[in-house]
């Protein structure tokens, strides 16, 4: 089984801990285990049982072990190559360090969106050699597993760090593997139960945290991929925004307001992309709300929008419509048509009809 940092995967903590490597960095300051280990420690990221201890009594404390028994060594030495691994530090032989302009994009986003997709980005492209020189990207054999195997124990999860590379036949091997019990897994792999249990400390805790998996009485879920359409943008949506009524009164030159959007810099990642397309067909589907509101307010009827893209009252019959950008792919079209048509019968029961009281409406997808 191959090793893999086993210290935390608390996401925060690790933001914060990239943060002190760049700090180090910016200063010119070798990021050995000491000066990175006492940092860490000094910053609360590497944190120590006897609460009574200062930080500067239980430093000098640990310099009286061996070097091998610190605590805080070995914790700067497992996040370095960590950050390694993951592509976001270089360390040179003179520990020296250099921060990838992913790692600096990182640290630079407010936006937890983003944030998170770049950690997922990284952790997708992470690979991992093992003795035989063969790679295995870790974190996708693990998302390949839960869903392969919806509802598996968690503790099976350390057969992401077994596959010896990603190929279907090394799959297939793991596969087989993940139907026997924990007990015999250990067996046939020749690992051992603590080489076991430090394989499922990180990742799995680093994909329920990215939303890529749900785990359940310690057996894990996949949660679905990322949906690109206009719908799940979710740095519009406002927390305010759930108290306030399911509709409101507007106008042509009010409804369908232009998102404000995060900047994605150009950098080389697969999912960067993703955030582009989203935004691109939110800015699509507001332009064709704002058209079609125009073009009902010219003919005289009133405007709302709310959790519907526009309902349009005239007299006594409303005109309620859901609007859809449509990629050019069958899958998607069928996808947006099917949540288009679902949201116009539940809208026109729900608050048309319900809250609004007309009975004369008219749905337009």
């Not at 893999?4 to 690790?14: A, E, G, I, M, V």
């Not at 500067?56 to 310099?63: G, N, P, S």
């Not at 069928?334 to 048509?341: C, F, I, L, S």
Request: hydrophobic share 35%; glycine share 6%; proline share 3%.
């Amino acid at each position: 089984m191959k090793n893999f940092p086993h210290q935390f995967n608390d996401l925060t903590k690790l933001f914060n801990a990239l943060s002190v490597a760049s700090n180090l960095i910016a200063n010119q300051i070798p990021l050995t285990d000491e000066n990175f280990g006492e940092k860490l420690t000094r910053e609360g990221i590497y944190t120590f049982r006897d609460k009574k201890l200062s930080i500067d009594d239980f430093l000098a404390r640990e310099q009286e072990k061996p070097a091998s028994n610190r605590g805080y060594l070995t914790v700067s030495r497992d996040i370095r190559r960590f950050f390694e691994l993951m592509g976001f530090i270089t360390v040179f032989p003179d520990k020296t360090a250099r921060l990838s302009p992913a790692a600096s994009q990182l640290l630079r986003t407010d936006s937890e969106d983003i944030r998170n997709e770049l950690w997922k980005n990284s952790l997708l492209q992470l690979g991992l050699e093992g003795t035989d020189g063969e790679v295995s990207h870790p974190y996708r054999i693990l998302l390949k597993i839960v869903n392969t195997f919806p509802g598996i124990d968690t503790p099976k999860l350390m057969l992401a760090l077994e596959a010896e590379n990603d190929s279907e036949e090394e799959f297939e091997r793991i596969s087989n593997l993940a139907q026997r019990s924990i007990e015999q897994i250990i067996e046939d792999t020749g690992t051992s139960t603590s080489m076991a249990a430090n394989a499922v400390k990180i990742l799995p805790g680093i994909a329920e945290q990215l939303g890529d998996i749900e785990r359940v009485n310690s057996k894990a879920y996949p949660i679905g991929q990322l949906v690109i359409t206009e719908d799940e943008i979710t740095t519009e949506e406002q927390p305010a925004r759930r108290a306030r009524a399911d509709f409101r009164g507007t106008n042509s030159g009010d409804i369908a307001r232009d998102p404000v959007l995060n900047a994605v810099s150009s950098v080389s990642i697969d999912l960067a992309e993703a955030i582009r397309i989203r935004q691109r067909r939110l800015a699509e589907h507001q332009e064709i709300v704002r058209q079609l509101a125009a073009s009902n307010e010219s003919k005289g009827f009133q405007l709302f929008e709310g959790k519907f893209d526009c309902l349009a009252i005239k007299g006594d019959t409303a005109l309620l419509y859901e609007v859809k950008t449509i990629l050019e792919s069958s899958a998607d079209e069928e996808k947006q048509t099917v949540k288009g048509v679902g949201q116009l019968k539940y809208y026109k029961y729900s608050i048309v009809h319900k809250q609004m009281g007309f009975s004369k409406i008219k749905k337009r997808c």
